[in-house]
């Protein structure tokens, strides 16, 4: 792949992430306030710390491939400071566009660079930014399965759910 294609496949990765941040805020929103600390399983995040989750991580992947380096997770505890749904889609709607801004303006030659993280995995800028946009959607169903349980109404996330028509 040469820089311009891969400029064309960011452009395209971008886009696509803006498209389902809709669809993740409106999940978010659907979380009712009473029921933050659902869990479905001892294992499993709280639906606040999905909500939190879903917020800091897709901002925090989204900074380290523009960085081309990984540095530690964020904080998701009660120290982040996001303590319900409307703070979180507040957070969401300033932090994430800045994020992909950053990306939109990599040099093209950037794009090919591969970033290694923490030794895991290393992958090329854009197969990265392919999975921010897959952590991020997989993190927002989980969310939209705790819904129902607590007595919310999942949205449309790929057309109606059985909820909205």
Not at 2 to 11: I, L, W
Not at 141 to 157: E, H, N
């Amino acid at each position: 792949m040469n820089p311009k294609e891969a400029r064309t496949v960011a452009d395209f990765l971008i886009a696509d992430f803006e498209f389902e941040m809709q669809t993740t805020m409106r999940v978010i929103a659907a979380v009712p306030d009473n029921h933050l600390q659902y869990t479905p399983d001892g294992r499993s995040k709280t639906a606040l710390g999905l909500v939190r989750h879903l917020v800091l991580e897709d901002e925090w992947l989204l900074n380290c491939i523009a960085d081309g380096a990984f540095t530690p997770p964020p904080d998701d505890s009660d120290a982040c400071g996001i303590m319900n749904p409307a703070e979180a889609i507040a957070q969401y709607k300033v932090k994430l566009p800045a994020a992909l801004n950053r990306l939109r303006a990599l040099p093209d030659q950037k794009l090919l660079d591969s970033i290694d993280m923490f030794g895991a995995i290393k992958l090329p800028t854009n197969n990265f930014l392919a999975l921010a946009i897959k952590h991020s959607v997989h993190h927002r169903g989980q969310l939209s399965t705790y819904l129902r349980p607590m007595g919310a109404k999942v949205p449309g996330i790929y057309g109606p759910s059985a909820d909205t028509h």
